[in-house]
């Protein structure tokens, strides 16, 4: 089965995962191949994740978690889209990448580090 068989958007997930990868890429003036470079995959495989199938058959393309992972720290996504991109059905997944991502600042931007802790913790006072 391919895109052109009138059965094909039976079969194919809808999601709006390319739409947002499309989007976050062009958001940031990134061509496919640097997006793909920055992301650390092949910007062929960056375009089919875009266009949501594979181009020689046609059937619908899921990047692993690690994959999503890599994007969404290279677009820097915030959590409606990671969420999307995580397939949000896995909300622990999705905690513990983003408790993960919250710790690495910890190293690379304390004062981020703190101000998150701050709002996760519900100090919002300054």
């Not at 089965?1 to 809808?14: A, G, I, L």
């Not at 496919?32 to 910007?43: F, M, Q, V």
């Not at 999705?94 to 998150?116: D, G, N």
């Amino acid at each position: 089965m391919n895109s052109k068989d009138p059965e094909y958007k039976e079969h194919r997930v809808e999601t709006d995962h390319g739409q947002i990868l499309k989007r976050e890429r062009i958001k940031r003036g990134l061509s496919l191949r640097a997006a793909g470079e920055l992301i650390g995959i092949s910007h062929s495989y960056l375009a089919s994740l875009e266009n949501g199938a594979d181009p020689r058959t046609g059937m619908p393309l899921v990047p692993s978690r690690e994959v999503i992972a890599k994007i969404c720290a290279a677009y820097d996504l915030g959590t409606k889209d990671t969420a999307i991109l995580m397939n949000s059905g896995a909300e622990e997944d999705l905690l513990r990448f983003m408790a993960k991502r919250i710790y690495e600042l910890k190293a690379t931007s304390p004062a981020k580090y703190r101000e998150i802790l701050n709002i996760v913790m519900g100090n919002t006072e300054k």
